[in-house]
């Protein structure tokens, strides 16, 4: 199902997901996530549509009832293992993050190039140097990569991580990846973020 739903309207069912997730117990109505997101009452209804059930009421839409749909929807039902690569400022940043705001995804490793930063740092997953990415990554079924290293280092690193077969990288290095079109990526740059929301903000656009 999840290839039939338009990538738009998969972004906004994750929001939504993410708004019913921090209201657990309580019902929200469309103008309230209107109010929330910006999206018009017409354009969440049509994109709940894309579910295939009824999950409307007069009091609101129920995450009960809602999330796990929209989990099913999207693929998302069952349990991820990702990594982080890259263990400096930003990388180590993730490695206590609590497991509890993880959803359905587990830590599951770090990598650093830096041997005696490995063996320094503390975390809950166990670290290891970058040279045995591929032999953990292959031992713990690992998915998914946090890629938190130097831009120079990035594309090497990227390489290595398609290879020991990760399927999809989110990319925090501020640089623009080659790689094969199967692998996902996501790239998260602090630059485009703050000049998007420069544009918003010069729009008098504030969501």
């Not at 019902?27 to 997101?37: D, G, N, P, R, W």
């Not at 830096?114 to 320094?120: A, Q, S």
């Not at 290891?128 to 031992?139: D, F, H, L, N, S």
Request: aromatic residues 8%.
């Amino acid at each position: 199902m999840t290839d039939q739903i338009p990538s738009p309207v998969k972004e906004r069912l994750l929001h939504l997901m993410r708004v019913l997730e921090q209201r657990k117990g309580v019902s929200v109505t469309s103008a309230e996530v209107e109010a929330l997101t910006g999206w018009a009452s017409h354009t969440i209804r049509k994109d709940i549509s894309w579910l295939g059930g009824d999950f409307g009421s007069s009091n609101g839409y129920h995450g009960e009832a809602l999330v796990p749909a929209i989990k099913a929807a999207l693929g998302l039902e069952r349990r991820r293992r990702f990594c982080v690569v890259g263990l400096g400022r930003l990388g180590s940043a993730f490695l206590n993050f609590p497991a509890a705001d993880l959803g359905e995804f587990e830590l599951a490793a770090g990598f650093d190039s830096n041997v005696n930063r490995v063996e320094i740092l503390k975390s809950p997953a166990p670290l290891y140097p970058a040279y045995k990415m591929a032999e953990v990554i292959g031992r713990f079924a690992i998915e998914t990569a946090l890629l938190c290293v130097p831009a120079a280092a990035a594309q090497a690193a990227a390489e290595k991580l398609a290879a020991a077969g990760i399927k999809g990288i989110l990319n925090y290095a501020p640089v623009a990846l080659s790689l094969p079109p199967e692998l996902a990526v996501r790239n998260v740059f602090v630059l485009d973020e703050l000049r998007s929301l420069a544009v918003k903000m010069s729009n008098g656009v504030y969501i």
